[in-house]
């Protein structure tokens, strides 16, 4: 019997180092998965599972896309919302602070009244151009600039370029509606020594002014005529005397689509509002005529130049880039007092009128939520586009700007407190129904900010299955790589034990 020893031909001398390497490479393997809790740092090291991880990995990567993109829309969402919110308390504020009955009509108070809203304007403009990131929340599809000019170029105009601002922009529209006789584009006259009282429309369709409505009387001794077609004219025939007391009521249609009285009251003194009842019909129907031409003036001075205001307030801001505010087309050889109509070039408007909103129009086509839209991973399509010059945003300012740049009148107290009061009444109908306005766009918003959660629920929940799937093949087990490496190691130091041995043996130890 041949007995083969352990020299370098021997079997021996190829299973030791072999079985020793592939021991020392295994153990490393595992004090390393111990060391990272990683099966491995290569898709190789896992194997069968390896088509499977790099799978998982992909779709991990497109949810974890998927989340930026809505924390991103969130982001946006919030600051919307943020904005809109201090929007509406501004609006409550102003409803509520300067808007609100006045307790001492006084000049130092009318001042501080328009110095208020002034402010008010400005911190509505400085919220039209609220950023996320680098987009602006109220530009709509327009994110390269902000969408709002600053307060004095929007309010006093701009004198590098000679536009016009809000300020200029309502007294010419005023100077139009009050016309060059100063009775709101209404004529009044009574032939010499005549009974008949005629007041009429300037002319049929004329955009500018005051028009007829109705008429109610209770005086006798004088009868009322309204004419049916355009342009109105009102009869009032004395004859014979009213009876003290008695009174007439006009009713007047204003530019911003409200309407006024004018009421005149037969008396024996002369009084405000009141004609007083001569010794026969011409003579009344002459204390009559005076009369009214005294109450349309003041009438024309407070409640058609404040709905002339807030009329042409609502145009200019209701204006866009591709939509500017229209002009008073003021005719050859006259003034904006005798114009009949209005400049319809929107390049002409735009060159001589500030356009305070830069951003998307209002009134272009497409829904503004669409101006900004992101496909969330349920497949469902939000859109969180706003334009800052829509219903709610354009009324809002429109009623401030107006109540803020209005000029009252600086000779006549009585005048002056009626103007402001007035002014501040429709300012505040504007401001409430403008949060009315405001009220789809916070609603749409809300609703988006509802779909995006529920996204980025359904977003975090998938994403923790598939973690969860990529644990399983990627993680090792903390206890079975213990086990394993104890294992390891043992056996190890057996095979070290039995090298050693076999490393000494002979003939006669082995026999």
């Known amino acids: 019997m041949t007995i083969s020893g352990l020299g370098a031909n021997s079997l021996w001398n190829s299973w030791v180092p072999d079985t020793l390497t592939q021991i020392h490479t295994t153990l490393n393997t595992t004090a390393q998965q111990m060391a990272t ?23 991990l990567s497109e949810i974890t896309a998927s989340g930026l993109g809505i924390t991103a829309v969130n982001t946006s969402l919030s600051m919307a919302s943020d904005a809109l919110t201090a929007i509406t308390d501004l ?50 599809r327009v994110q390269d600039k902000k969408p709002a000019l600053d307060l004095s170029t929007v309010l006093d105009g701009d004198p590098t370029t000679g536009k016009i601002g809000l300020s200029g922009y309502i007294a010419e529209r005023q100077a139009a509606d009050l016309g060059a006789n100063g009775l709101g584009r209404l004529n009044l006259s009574l032939p010499s020594g005549g009974t008949t009282v005629s007041l009429g429309e300037e002319a049929a369709g004329l955009p500018f002014g005051m028009t007829l409505n109705s008429v109610s009387s209770t005086m006798d001794n004088a009868t009322t005529a309204l004419s049916s077609t355009a342009p109105k004219t009102l009869d009032i025939a004395f004859t014979g005397v009213p009876t003290v007391g008695s009174t007439l009521n006009v009713t007047l249609n204003l530019p911003d689509g409200s309407t006024t009285n004018v009421t005149l009251t037969a008396s024996a003194s002369a009084g405000t509002n009141q004609f007083v009842v001569g010794s026969d019909a011409a003579t009344t129907a002459a204390n009559f005529k005076a009369a009214l031409s005294s109450s349309l003036q003041t009438t024309a001075s407070s409640a058609l130049a404040n709905a002339s205001a807030m009329k042409a ?77 829509q219903a709610g945003f354009a009324d ?92 390891l190691q043992t056996q190890l130091q057996v095979a070290y034990q039995v090298t050693a041995s076999l490393l000494k043996m002979t003939l006669a130890t082995y026999l």
């Open 37 to 59: 809790g990683k099966v491995g740092q290569t898709y190789a090291s896992f194997g069968d599972n390896a088509a499977k991880s790099i799978d998982l990995q992909s779709k």
């Open 313 to 389: 307030s609502k145009d200019f801001f209701s204006g866009s880039l591709t939509s500017p505010p229209q002009r008073v087309a003021i005719p050859s050889g006259g003034s904006a007092a005798t114009a009949t109509g209005f400049v319809t070039d929107p390049v002409a408007n735009a060159a001589n009128t500030v356009i305070w909103y830069q951003g998307t129009d209002a009134n272009e086509s497409g829904d503004p939520l669409n101006d900004r839209v992101m496909q969330l991973p349920s497949g469902i399509s939000v859109g969180f586009g706003v334009r800052g010059n």
């Open 91 to 140: 609006a409550s504020s102003a409803s509520a602070g300067p808007l609100s009955p006045l307790q001492s009509n006084t000049p130092t108070a009318r001042a501080g009244v328009q110095s208020s809203l002034r402010q008010d304007v400005g911190a509505l403009l400085d919220y039209m151009n609220t950023q996320d990131g680098d987009s602006y929340v109220f530009g709509g």
């Open 396 to 487: 809002l300012l429109a009623a401030m700007g107006a109540g803020a740049v209005v000029k009252l009148s600086t000779t006549d107290e009585t005048l002056a407190e009626n103007q402001i009061s007035d002014l501040a009444q429709r300012a505040k109908a504007g401001v409430v129904q403008a949060q009315t306005d405001l009220q789809p766009t916070i609603l749409a918003l809300a609703n988006a900010q509802t779909q995006t959660k529920d996204a980025s629920d359904q977003n975090t929940a998938s994403g923790n299955v598939l973690t969860s799937m990529m644990s399983a093949i990627a993680d090792a087990s903390p206890e079975q790589t213990a086990a394993q490496l104890s294992q």
